[in-house]
């Protein structure tokens, strides 16, 4: 199962972007879901977590600007991200956490540049 993250593209630095990512039924409840991104030629990062509670944990750059929320009707989960800066630019892929190999789709851009 490959996800499918939407919702990026170029905004200014202090703009906003709200991604988006959705998967089948039978994986999405019974796992916490993250956020990760990747600049080029770094490392993949853990940006954001959601538990099936609704705890949630954030990459300490990000605590603030950025609001991780699932919606379990729709078997989504959400990025909103106010604030932006150019060093969030990346790559963003939503996964399980702990990630799983076979989840990672090709993820969504975002580009932070004036």
């Known amino acids: 199962v490959q996800l499918q993250a939407s919702g990026g593209g170029l905004v200014q630095p202090g703009g906003s972007l709200r991604l988006s990512c959705a998967s089948s039924?039978?994986?999405?409840?019974?796992?916490?879901w993250g956020w990760y991104r990747q600049d080029p030629g770094k490392q993949r990062e853990f940006v954001a977590g959601i538990t099936s509670g609704g705890k949630t944990n954030y990459l300490d750059s990000v605590m603030g600007r950025f609001t991780i929320s699932r919606d379990n009707a729709k078997n989504a989960v959400y990025l909103q991200m106010n604030s932006l800066k150019p060093e969030d630019t990346a790559i963003y892929y939503c996964n399980t956490v702990p990630w799983d190999a076979d989840f990672w789709g090709q993820g969504t851009l975002v580009t932070v540049s004036s």
């Open positions: 039924g039978s994986i999405f409840s019974r796992n916490a």
